[in-house]
DNA sequence: CGGCACGTTGAAGTGACTCAATTCGCGTGG
DNA sequence: CCACGCGAATTGAGTCACTTCAACGTGCCG
């Protein structure tokens, strides 16, 4: 018989309050009213060390996670014991929001470097829903946003060349590092060239001939768990990548750009 | 200059309702008056015929695609021109509902065979959710499933051989139809091999040459557009098939138990 | 009956994989 | 401070599998 477990240790934290505000408003227009509740999520901050494991297949949480400070990799755990990446997640993503209705995990999350997260009760999260339906909608972006990652990640590993997979992610990773943050040639991608692999369904050595054709070409290169942007005209041209698939309007900002192709 | 287009033709229908109700409380437990809400939503019915989209990458949709017969397949277009299929969609799917929250189409949804859908008015279906959150709730568990099956996609097509990648297709695609059905060894896939191969991420020749491996060792054919199971276990086994990722599970949480704690 | 799309089959090319050896980077311990 | 060790990156060689190309067969619809 499964029991409930008492949240206990679970309280209201400014730092995390701060953050999950921040991240709720990028997806719509909040009132002080949606704010206070937000303010009023319990959570527990916690920390994981590289591999270590956030949530794991199988699981049935009564926690939502919510990423603080380091990198998040959802993946799948097959049979063979080989591991097929998902996506990628960065500080302020809610990487775990389905778990609030499908209540066995079908994936695991597992950190990528030091991470620190929060883990939000569930049914503080409901109740928040139930209570501030605006703030409800603005959630209810957060996993579509990652759906659309996912249908992009389809694509790109199935329909592009190594060359343009591997740029196509450099690019999705760094746009979505950067945000609205400071111009920089730089962001984070603590992963070693064989979990690229696992990422984009090639061995580690395509990876590593991947790797040295952007050098080459000089749009973009890996060092140190750093993706370095030396050409992003080049790269995105490379990867054919597009963010519309990334959503950054927030209620009815137009994306122009013009559909073609047939 | 975009303008809002006044829902004209769209009224509440039985045939819709009963399939909307029914959808949804497979979803969570509905009380009456959720039943009588969602009979509420006006909708528009029409019909596609094979190649047709119901709605296209870049559209700004006001209404979302409630599919009452047929199939749909939803596709990246590249700029290539080339197609990328991301997911199958039955009669009773809600393939759209993304669009509720996200505003433009980052994909396309085209018609299979002959389809009949209706299309529900987005403004109805927002202020069901806010009049009555229980079906809120279930319709929220309606794309994160779709998201659970975008991820498996990309293990599918990443980390499996032609002949799995097909099998696990093959079982999918007849897993959902038959969802509560009767028994029967064979349900609908109207596509040729080579769109398989943009589902699959290969190319027509190799779904040839699995689907006859599949025949070969009897497990499954393809025939007329439809699926032909031979031998369930084998084909599972060949698939590594586990369906947990379908999320089978009526989410007893939600609706049983409004919320702990607090 | 004719056309066209799709399925089937064979053959050849090529690109990604495996295997293997060497180097590099960095943290540890002497 | 330097030697060592280990994981990761780099590089080359050879194999294999998927792709492309091409020809032919088949079934369906006008």
Redesign the interface.
């Known amino acids: 018989m499964r029991v ?1 477990i008492m ?1 206990e240790g679970y309280v209201p934290r400014d730092e995390v309050s701060d953050l999950l505000v921040s991240k709720t408003a990028r997806h719509g227009t909040l009132t002080a009213a949606d704010r206070a509740a937000i303010r009023g999520v319990r959570a527990k901050v916690s920390e994981l060390s590289v591999g270590q494991d956030a949530v794991r297949q199988g699981d049935r949480p009564e926690v939502a996670v919510f990423l603080l400070d380091g990198m998040l990799a ?1 993946y ?1 755990t ?2 063979t014991g ?1 591991r ?1 990446y ?1 996506s990628l997640h960065l500080a302020g993503d809610l990487p775990d929001l ?1 778990s ?5 995990m ?2 695991s999350l597992g950190a990528l470097n030091r991470v620190r997260l929060a883990r939000l ?1 569930h ?2 999260l ?2 928040l ?2 209570k501030r ?1 605006g703030v ?2 603005a959630l ?2 957060v ?6 990652i ?6 790109n ?3 592009r060349e190594p060359v343009a997979r591997l740029a196509h992610l450099f690019c999705e990773v760094f746009h979505r590092s950067r945000a609205g943050i400071a111009p920089d040639r730089s962001c984070p991608l603590p992963m070693s060239q064989a979990q690229l692999g696992q990422i ?2 090639l061995s580690s050595i395509s990876i590593h001939r991947a790797l040295t054709a952007l050098r080459k070409e000089g749009s973009a290169d890996l060092r140190k768990g750093r993706i370095e942007i030396l050409d992003w005209r080049s790269l995105v041209r490379r990867a ?1 990548f597009d963010p ?2 990334l ?1 950054p ?1 927030k ?2 900002v137009i ?1 122009q ?6």
Chains 1, 2 share one sequence.
Request: charged share 20%; glycine share 4%.
């Open positions: 409930a949240p959802r799948h097959l049979p080989d097929q998902l389905q609030l209705f499908l209540t066995t079908d994936h009760l049914s503080d409901r109740s829903i139930l339906p409800g909608f209810w972006r996993p579509l946003v990652d759906a659309a996912f249908r992009q990640a389809i694509t590993n199935s329909a984009l369904g054919a519309l698939y959503h309007e209620d009815s994306a750009r013009p559909f073609r192709g047939r």
